[in-house]
């Protein structure tokens, strides 16, 4: 594949972050997504094929979290897959997955997979920490290991 198609499918995963995440402007996903695009991410097993389920999820979690921030800490496309190594920023002003607001700030970083097709994202792939989300939430906590005494 040559290099501009490459830069081209990265070029679409950073504009989808920036505009549909964090500026929450939804209107503009089919931009970037393809209708029926199927979803895969372990927190949000319910979230299924198809752009209105992702336009209710994003607006779910800017809901929740309204100054969330996205920040691409490293991206690397091939073939027809763009990988993108992120970190969430946010304050809890709203429910999330049952919480209620906390108004506490939390991070979190985690890995998405984007399968592109005629510059369209067909398949994503998420894998983050939601226990660490909910740990700095203060919804869970995390078993810590003892130090044995000598």
């Keep these: ?37 199927r979803y895969h991410d372990p927190a949000f097993p319910s979230l299924t094929s198809g752009l209105d389920n992702l336009k209710n999820h994003i607006a779910m979690c800017r809901n929740a979290f309204p100054d969330l921030r996205f920040s691409l800490d490293d991206m690397v496309a091939e073939r027809d897959e763009v990988v993108v190594h992120w970190t969430a920023n946010g304050t809890q002003q709203g ?27 067909v398949e994503q792939f998420a894998d983050w920490n939601l226990l660490t989300l909910l740990e700095q939430l203060g919804a869970a906590t995390v078993p810590r290991m003892q130090t044995a005494a000598r």
Excluded: H
Aim: proline share 2%; with cysteine; net charge positive.
């Design 1 to 37: 594949m040559n290099e501009n198609i490459l830069d081209q499918n990265k070029e679409i995963a950073r504009r989808f972050y920036d505009e549909c995440w964090n500026q929450g402007k939804v209107e503009r996903l089919d931009q970037y997504v393809a209708k029926d695009c």
């Design 95 to 121: 429910q999330f997955l049952g919480v209620a607001p906390t108004r506490k700030r939390a991070s979190v970083s985690g890995t998405s997979i984007y399968r592109i097709k005629n510059q369209k994202m």
